[in-house]
């Protein structure tokens, strides 16, 4: 069955950064887009980035210039690198995919940055 499964995340200080990975399995990985999602206590999940099957990269306007989304096709694996951390990045980060008809989703991790 398809499972995606993140780590990477962690307690960070402002200007920090940290690398997140998701390992997918259970589908054909280079067939389709990826993306990051983030969930801020008492906020709406909200999408960070996203890379197509052909390593096209999008990202909300928060992440520009300091995250960057990557795929390693031959390791299943989707990475979300971010850069010059910022308290108001402190979420749970969720791996996720679209495929066919359906939604998936990691379980999340957890980045602070704390103010």
């Known amino acids: 069955q398809v499972q995606l499964v993140e780590s990477g995340g962690g307690l960070v200080q402002p200007g920090g950064s940290l690398r997140l990975s998701c390992a997918a399995s259970?589908?054909?990985?280079?067939?389709?887009?990826m993306s990051w999602y983030r969930q801020a206590p008492g906020k709406e999940r909200e999408v960070v980035a996203r890379?197509?099957?052909?390593?096209?990269?999008d990202y909300a306007d928060s992440a520009k210039g300091r995250f960057t989304i990557s795929r390693d096709n031959a390791e299943n694996t989707v990475y979300l690198q971010m850069n010059s951390l910022k308290p108001e990045d402190t979420a749970v980060y969720y791996c996720?995919?679209?495929?066919?008809?359906?939604?998936?989703w990691g379980q999340g991790t957890q980045v602070t940055v704390p103010s």
């Open positions: 996720y995919a679209r495929l066919l008809w359906s939604n998936y």
């Open positions: 259970g589908f054909t990985f280079s067939n389709y887009a």
């Open positions: 890379i197509t099957a052909g390593s096209i990269t």
